[in-house]
């Protein structure tokens, strides 16, 4: 069992439509992060927060809005998406945001834009 | 451009034999390399790491190997049982001030023969 928790697990909505991702851990780990994983490709890292605070944002478009309300929880809201930001988006945690720590996943929400 | 690669797209294995898969990096700057299993439908998991400073670490059935100068890393799996059937990506990291950012390679997907 994954200790990191998404939901839903699945997703579809329209162009137009307003949804969030969440994802939630309970091992007090200070460090989440949102990935971005298109079929036979690797995961590509979208934002990090670091004690709540967003430390990362790879250039990632406004469509996407991260929120962290506390330790255990991360958000993705979403807005306006295009058909391309269909994807598995996965979740991660570690323990810190330092070096030589290993990321933990969950298992990811498969979001449809149609 | 891709920092992590994994040439295999695929590996069989028979029952009880060892699994051997391989890794290249580009980036000198990394310092942390990890290994992570991901079964259909489930986030990545991970296995086992190792730092810059080693070239070695085992862990159970698992060995991963660092070669620093030629850039490459393995996973050794003793002895391949049929449950370890999943796709494998390596990953690196390297370290940042605000974060800790992994890049994963494609993935090789192990199939392990009874």
Known sequence: DTEVTQTPKHLVMGMTNKKSLKCEQHMGHRAMYWYKQK????????FV?????????????????????????????LH???????????????????AHQPQHFGDGTRLSIL | DQQVKQNSPSLSVQEGRISILNC????????????YKKYPAEGPTFLISISSIKDKNEDGRFTVFLNKSAKHLSLHIVPSQPGDSAVYFCAASAPRNTGNQFYFGTGTSLTVIP
């Open chain 1, 39 to 46: 079929a036979k490709k690797p995961p590509e890292l979208m």
């Open chain 2, 24 to 35: 290249d990096y580009t980036n000198s700057m990394f310092d942390y390399f990890l290994w």
């Open chain 1, 80 to 98: 306006a998406l295009q058909p391309e930001d269909s994807a598995l988006y996965l979740c991660a945690s570690s323990q810190a945001p330092i």
């Open chain 1, 49 to 77: 927060y670091s004690y709540e605070k967003l430390s990362i944002n790879e250039s990632v478009p406004s469509r996407f809005s991260p929120e962290c309300p506390n330790s255990s929880l991360l958000n993705l809201h």
